[in-house]
């Protein structure tokens, strides 16, 4: 995936400008890209996504991946339907997200004023992803520990985690800081869920667990010849944009 | 200062489904023509990727290939008298950017608007009097259908749409949609075989005296060469269109249908990277005579023409406009001024059907392969009975079933843990969905205009966007979910849950990227930016092109309708200005 801004001139564009200039009939200039006279393609010149290693944490310090990893584990917990949050690699999604464009909001219109708005307006806060996720987490262990006798997040046993997630998601929680604790819980939640179910190179779906769930079978690109058998399921098993090892297709 | 290029015939300020059709139809007329596009150059070989094309946490969450609201967003409140905030992250529509525009990672779906849209005004005012429109500002195209005809054919036969016709010359078709307009000939590709979904919809909508076909599809049935001889491929119905790139050469879109032919003319240019700023008008303010752009590397480039044409997203034609000084700014408080006039949107809800028995494997999809019943959309039935005027079709198209974002479960699910696992699983492959697009009508209230304390990362105030759904399009749309619980009950789903429009209209979920007005063409030079040519009635060497002159929309998606408008235009230009430049229309 991409981690630059959107239009800042990025190594394929200077590619497909260079080879452009060099073919073209006409270039008033070199700053924009011309294109005149052909068709331009470069091999290698879109971006494909980089693959994401399951090792150490990139942005989320030794507490902080603790925590995450048991919160995604009880949003999505081990049972006989799939593994837990935690072991298809929620916690390593959410980590590298937050590194990357998504966490800086690099993306996003930025400029303030901001100013707080209606519903139907948004999100108007100032703070990125990145910083949600630092301050929400010292924020909810720090009043773990004021209310729960100095236990942070982990040391809570699961029917306890289930409790504090409910009172975060209801809002019935006041972290301080200015923090609104539903909001933090919502930005979780949809990190956790979109790991859970995108594709496995970006660090979450550890074997397509959550595909082999729920019958999705991700990249296979063409259904010709089940489009008409209606109300049959489809027999063949999911693949990655990473390709797929013989035991994916059981 | 910006440094001045040599002049070009015709300048086009971005390069989508309108600028490429333009450009294609002015060069075939020798002139010189150049686009300049804010976005990268993207092509199917080099950026729609087999490998990697079928990554929705990329192009569907992320949205790599849209429009990002650091490079340009817009405020928006739902009243005049609230305060306009900045989309800072976009939601409820997701304008797109770069070579292809929009039309990159559309849906497909293909309309042609009633006849009755055209005159929407007058037939109206007709059939059920001047009473029942008094709270809309609704108006007339000066523009009927039977004169858009040809142009919308040749949309059709440019882009591959398949369907089945429903009128040809005034012969009613068997499968095709008998409320359509005449068309002279049969769509270029026949329907596009269909899934389990639309097929059960159909019957359900069929068994209660309704009249469903096939949804004319930009996602191609079968593999095709178009006019321009630019060869296209069959859809595999892979569930990655909307939002996406197509690696299969089978979505048109200006890639796939008009730049392989296009960017080989030696007098076209496309320019990429390269923001137009404004529109440079002389000193009568009569006259444009040159664009001002600024390229990836903040450099600024005046690039003069004899013609400019306006061909960005609508939303963005129609701020060009303002920050350019072409139109008078419209003013709600008084009724007076053109640009930014008759906004409008889209009035959607949407129905699920649950059940045990039946598996519906929703990940084979494609953007427009679907059923549709228009037998209460604009005026195809008869108003006389009921509170609102307009309509909506009611689809079938169940475009994708990607994960993240199809889940559907039934209400009272807990969000999270197992309970929630339990009720994903069992119900991923088992829903039925259908969804109504309604029209969206203009009112006094209801404009775009410059936001007066947020800016863009040049310094240029943001366009600012007060909207909210008019009464009339919520009865009217309250009136078709009744119509689509009706077809529900048909298919005796275990349970079916009905999501009805509200007030008020909300940024954050998105509902429709079908943005109208702004700009929009008529007969009355106070009442509309643009003549019928869709010529600025200001600046007769100024034409604006998309959905932005559309004086209200349609219950039905626009970009048939904008496609057939830039032929339009073109016809207009080459056949009419050309021998005499000048305004088109005597205002």
């Not at chain 1, 259904?223 to 109300?231: A, E, F, L, Q, T």
């Not at chain 2, 406009?321 to 809800?349: F, H, W």
Request: glycine content about 10%.
């Amino acid at each position: 995936m991409s981690t630059d801004s959107a239009f800042t001139a990025t190594r394929r564009h200077f590619l497909t400008s260079a080879a452009a200039i060099s073919l073209v009939t006409v270039s008033t200039h070199v700053r924009a890209q011309s294109i005149s006279g052909v068709l331009p393609w470069q091999p290698f010149a879109a971006e494909p996504p980089t693959p994401i290693g399951p090792q150490g944490w990139v942005f989320f310090t030794p507490a902080e991946a603790a925590a995450v990893e048991a919160i995604v584990d009880r949003l999505i917990p081990a049972d006989d339907l799939s593994v837990g949050g935690k072991e298809a690699g929620c916690a390593v999604f959410i980590d590298r997200q937050l590194a990357g464009s998504y966490g800086s909001s690099s993306r996003l219109y930025m400029k303030g004023p901001f100013l707080p708005g209606l519903p139907t307006q948004g999100y108007q806060g100032k703070e990125t992803p990145a910083a949600r996720y630092r301050e929400g987490l010292a924020a909810i262990d720090a009043y773990l520990r004021k209310t729960m006798n100095g236990r942070s997040f982990v040391h809570l046993n699961a029917d306890e985690q289930d409790q504090f997630l409910k009172t975060m998601e209801a809002g019935k929680v006041d972290l301080g800081g200015g923090i609104n604790a539903t909001r933090l819980f919502d930005l979780i939640l949809g990190n956790t869920m979109e790991g859970f179910f995108a594709d496995p190179i970006y660090g979450g779906n550890r074997d397509m667990v959550s595909w082999k769930m729920i019958g999705f079978p991700g990249a296979r690109y063409d259904y010709r010849d089940h489009i008409s058998k209606h109300n049959q399921r489809y027999p063949l098993g999911p693949v990655s944009i990473a390709g797929g090892r013989p035991e994916w297709s059981r | 200062m910006a440094r001045k290029l040599p002049p070009k015939d015709v300048v086009i300020v971005g390069l989508g489904w309108t600028g490429a059709i333009l450009a294609h139809e002015l060069t075939e007329a020798g002139l010189d023509v150049v686009a300049i596009e804010r976005g990268p150059w993207r092509d199917t070989a080099t950026d729609f990727n087999i490998g990697y094309a079928p990554d929705e946490l990329r192009y569907s969450v992320r949205r790599d290939l849209f429009l990002q609201p650091a490079q340009e967003t817009l405020t928006m409140r739902n009243t005049s008298s609230q305060t306009a905030l900045p989309m800072r992250d976009f939601g409820s529509f997701l304008p797109g950017t770069g070579v292809g525009g929009a039309g990159t990672h559309w849906n497909g779906h293909t309309w042609r608007f009633f006849p009755s849209d055209f005159n929407l005004k007058s037939h109206l005012t007709e059939r059920y009097g001047a009473a029942r429109i008094a709270d809309l500002t609704i108006e007339d195209w000066g523009l009927s259908y039977d004169e858009l005809e040809s142009s919308y054919d040749r949309f059709e036969y440019l882009a591959g749409i398949s369907g089945k016709a429903g009128n040809i010359q005034g012969k009613l078709q068997d499968g095709g949609n008998p409320f359509e307009g005449v068309r002279q000939r049969e769509y270029p590709l026949p329907a596009m075989q269909m899934s389990y979904a639309p097929t059960l919809f159909a019957e359900g909508a069929r068994s209660i005296g309704f009249h469903p076909f096939p949804t004319p599809s930009a996602n191609l049935s079968k593999a095709y060469v178009n006019p321009l001889g630019i060869a296209m491929g069959q859809c595999t119905a892979c569930g990655f269109c909307e939002r996406f790139g197509c690696a299969n050469y089978s979505k048109a879109s200006a890639h796939t249908t008009i730049l392989p032919v296009l960017m080989r003319k030696p007098n076209f240019e496309a320019r990429c990277n390269s923001e137009v700023l404004h529109v440079n008008l002389d000193a009568t303010r009569k006259m444009a005579k040159s664009v001002t752009y600024v390229d990836a590397s903040g450099e600024e480039w005046e690039q003069p023409a004899d013609l400019v044409l306006l061909c960005a997203y609508g939303l963005h034609n129609a701020r060009l406009m303002m920050l350019s000084g072409i139109g008078k700014v419209y003013d709600p408080s008084t009724g007076e001024g053109t640009v930014g006039r008759n906004y409008c949107y889209q009035t959607n809800a949407g129905v699920q059907l649950f059940f045990d028995d039946k598996n519906f494997n929703p990940f084979i999809a494609s953007g427009a392969l679907g059923q549709t019943v228009d037998d209460f959309n604009g005026d195809a039935f008869d108003h006389g009975s009921v509170d609102f005027v307009g309509g909506a079709g009611i689809n079938c198209i169940p475009t994708n079933g990607r994960p993240i974002g199809y889940r559907p479960v039934p209400p009272g699910t807990p969000r999270w843990g197992s309970a929630w696992k339990k009720a994903t699983a069992e119900n991923y492959l088992s829903v039925l969905g259908f969804s109504s697009q309604g029209s969206s009508y203009a009112t006094r209230g209801n404009y775009l205009d410059l936001d007066p304390t947020y800016t863009d990362r040049f310094g240029r105030p943001l366009m600012r966007m007060t909207f909210d759904f008019p009464d009339n399009d919520i009865r009217m749309s309250h009136w078709v979910s009744d119509r689509m619980e009706e077809i529900g009950k048909a298919l005796k789903p275990r349970q079916m849950v009905s999501s009805r429009r509200q007030k008020s209209w909300n940024s954050v979920p998105y509902q429709s990227t079908h943005n109208t007005g702004g700009a929009i063409m008529g007969t009355d030079p106070k009442k509309s930016a643009v003549n019928r040519y869709l010529q600025s009635w200001d600046v007769p060497n100024v034409f604006v092109i998309g959905a932005s002159a559309f004086p209200q929309n349609a219950g039905k998606n626009p970009t048939g309708t904008v496609g057939a408008l830039a032929f339009w235009a073109a016809d207009a230009i080459r056949d009419k200005y050309l021998r005499n430049p000048g305004a088109l229309v005597s205002a």
